[in-house]
């Protein structure tokens, strides 16, 4: 979009308005989230993270063990698909290679033959608890020279700015 204005639409019907928050403010907050990926994307993140298993396991994979790790109940391979916003397909192929590592177990779920429930391994718990270390390690270190006042203050606001993304999504 061409000009000095800054719009926002509403997912249900698409109409723009004016947004009361100034255009460049916008727009660094947009670069800060795009590098904010873009760093989180970096092979040098990458190896941090997973350490001598980058080779072997990948970020996908960690996200789906932390997804059946915090699940309330072990979630079926469609569950997963959602919460990671994946297609089916991607997310029963990243599940098919954490099972065959020996990460992960599909159990028949009791009231349908046909589906499954993931459950972790001891494997899959004893890498999660070592990759979950690694990360808290990246973090510390980006933040380690910061008040933890601020460190709550970042974390408030981004679950604030998520929850906005959120409800832009299902707005009326």
């Known amino acids: ?26 727009d660094r907050l947009d670069d800060a989230l795009v590098e904010v990926r873009r760093v989180l994307q970096r092979p040098g993140h990458r190896r ?5 298993l980058a080779g072997t396991v990948g970020l996908q994979a960690i996200r789906v063990l932390r997804l059946v790790e915090r699940a309330e ?7 997963v698909a959602e919460a990671l916003v994946v297609d089916p397909s991607t997310a029963s192929r990243t599940v098919d290679r954490a099972v065959a590592a020996g990460l992960l177990q599909r ?23 070592e990759v979950s270390a690694r990360r808290r390690a990246v ?10 006042a601020d460190v709550d203050t970042l ?18």
Request: include cysteine; hydrophobic fraction near 45%; proline fraction near 8%.
């Open 48 to 52: 941090a993270v997973l350490g001598e």
């Open 107 to 129: 159990h028949a779920c009791s009231d349908d033959g046909r589906r499954a429930r993931l459950h972790l391994t001891g494997p899959g718990c004893a890498l999660l608890a």
């Open 139 to 148: 973090l510390a270190r980006a933040v380690g020279d910061w008040e933890p």
């Open 155 to 172: 974390h408030v606001l981004l679950e604030r700015l998520l929850g906005g993304f959120d409800a832009a999504e299902v707005a009326p």
């Open 73 to 79: 109940h072990a979630p079926t391979i469609g569950a």
């Open 1 to 26: 979009m061409c000009g000095t204005h800054t719009y926002m639409t509403t997912a249900a019907d698409h109409t723009l308005a004016p947004s009361p928050l100034d255009p460049a403010v916008l």
